[in-house]
């Protein structure tokens, strides 16, 4: 295989590997807050946060403001659960995974967590 054909099959089994999906959090450690969110892509998801907080271009507030008074190394980027790609090429995860967000929410909700709105 040519290097030009080798470079187009990598990128192809790239594009067609399923990423990872499931429920996140960015989390003050020591103040026990947390902005908890679901995505398609776990890995991308993460890294976008990670990149607006240390842009101080955050959305949530909030958040931007205990980042930059606290400092990045208070801060923890989880994947709390994941969610298996469906067999069915034509399914829509997005309701699987606010319900499993939601289930997260709760969860560590009663564990005294506090959110980022």
Same mark, same amino acid.
């Given at each position: 295989? #040519? ?12 594009? +067609? #590997? ?27 998801? @993460? ?5 607006? @907080? ?9 958040? *931007? *403001?205990?980042? *930059? ?12 659960? #994941? ?16 319900? @499993?967000?939601?289930?997260?929410? +709760? ?5 005294? +967590?506090?959110?980022?709105?």
């Amino acid at each position: 295989m #040519t290097d030009v054909a080798d470079r187009k099959a990598r990128i192809r089994e790239y594009k +067609e #590997t399923p990423r990872p999906m499931g429920v996140f959090r960015v989390r003050n450690v020591p103040e026990g807050r947390s902005f908890v969110s679901a995505s398609v892509d776990l890995r991308a998801i @993460l890294n976008r946060h990670l990149a607006q @907080l240390r842009l101080g271009a955050h959305s949530v507030r909030e958040l *931007q *403001q205990d980042w *930059q008074r606290l400092g990045a190394e208070q801060f923890a980027f989880d994947a709390l659960d #994941t969610l298996e790609p469906s067999k069915d090429p034509g399914s829509d995860p997005k309701e699987d995974l606010k319900a @499993l967000e939601v289930m997260w929410r +709760e969860r560590l909700a009663a564990e005294g +967590e506090q959110f980022y709105r």
